[in-house]
């Protein structure tokens, strides 16, 4: 089965840290904006990220390489989303990937009040 990545994007130089490399943290953020675009979807509304667990930086990746960061549900509550991001980066001239960062995020739905609200399917159950 052939995975499709929730974001593909270049790591830039404005994406380095002060010695050079890919910044963790911008790696994070790519996880998080594909997590939420996945709770966001799979909740049919307003999802927020609660929590970040077990985050990994197996690899390293340079600037120019293209980043992939795959989403997997790993668990549904009534009310929230335990999501597993792999950020994998492909190097810039060639087809060789390498895993650089890994974790799972946990995201609750939330009404238009801001308040937690069951996800379509869950209205019973554990949240």
Not at 14 to 34: E, H, I, K, R
Request: charged content about 25%; proline content about 4%; glycine content about 14%.
């Amino acid at each position: 089965m052939t995975r499709i990545p929730l974001i593909r994007v270049t790591a830039m130089p404005s994406d380095t840290n002060p010695y050079g490399g890919v910044f963790g943290g911008w790696l994070m953020g790519q996880m998080g904006l594909a997590c939420g675009s996945f709770a966001s979807r799979h909740s049919r509304g307003k999802a927020i990220l609660v929590a970040a667990d077990g985050v990994k930086f197996p690899g390293a990746m340079a600037v120019g390489d293209e980043l992939s960061v795959y989403v997997e549900l790993l668990k549904q509550g009534r009310t929230s989303l335990k999501l597993k991001a792999e950020a994998v980066a492909r190097e810039r001239d060639g087809d060789d990937e390498k895993l650089v960062a890994e974790g799972e995020f946990t995201f609750v739905a939330l009404d238009t009040n801001d308040k937690p609200r069951a996800i379509a399917g869950q209205e019973h159950g554990n949240g």
